[in-house]
């Protein structure tokens, strides 16, 4: 079993078309589980939603680089108008609120959670937990760095306190179910694969 294989490269066609294609199809597909998740949303102004587990888990899956284009094709979509993000919401105001900075750390935490991934991270239990740990602490560093910027350019007197009330806190239960499921699944279908000699 090779430690720099992910899911995605164990099905990957050998025909270079094919190869395309798949490459192709799975950015699609997993830009539509993260907005089937972003639509299970509860609170305001940074809500809690099914993203982060629909981001962590596809950068498992995927690796790396299609983790990470993966998160730049679902912004663009956003961007152009899909309502892809949480509540259904689109365009460049999305991103320059309050939700923009977990957006763009949904890119750098799918790269990282990738290249672990391609590592060996998410074959064990506690390997896969570590993974997603580390995304979710990426997710947040972006997200709440956002929301103090904003905070701040607005003069407001929201504390720091608040930002975290608002911003990190509630994600916290919600984020470790997410992790300890993804950490249950991940290394099952290794086993599975293995079993069936996938690879």
Not at 35 to 48: D, E, L, T
Not at 137 to 146: M, Q
Not at 147 to 157: C, E, I, M, P
Request: charged fraction near 10%; proline fraction near 4%.
């Amino acid at each position: 079993m090779s430690a720099n294989l992910c899911y995605a490269d164990v099905f990957r066609p050998k025909a270079l078309v094919r190869a395309a294609i798949y490459e192709v199809l799975l950015v699609v597909a997993g830009t539509f589980l993260i907005a089937a998740c972003a639509q299970v949303s509860i609170g305001w102004p940074v809500p809690i939603t099914g993203q982060t587990f629909a981001v962590l888990f596809i950068a498992a899956l995927y690796g790396a680089n299609r983790g990470a284009a993966t998160m730049l094709a679902y912004i663009a979509e956003g961007l152009f108008g899909l309502p892809v993000f949480a509540g259904g919401k689109f365009g460049i105001a999305t991103l320059l609120g309050p939700t923009g900075g977990y957006l763009a750390g949904f890119i750098f935490a799918a790269f990282i959670v990738g290249q672990l991934a391609e590592r060996g991270f998410g074959r064990t239990f506690f390997k896969t937990i570590a993974a997603m740990t580390i995304g979710n602490c990426v997710i947040y560093a972006f997200g709440l760095f956002w929301l103090l910027l904003l905070v701040s350019a607005a003069k407001s007197s929201f504390g720091y306190e608040k930002i975290l009330s608002f911003g990190l806190y509630p994600f916290i239960p919600g984020d470790i179910v997410k992790i300890l499921v993804a950490s249950a699944l991940l290394p099952v279908g290794w086993k599975l694969l293995k079993r069936a000699k996938a690879f």
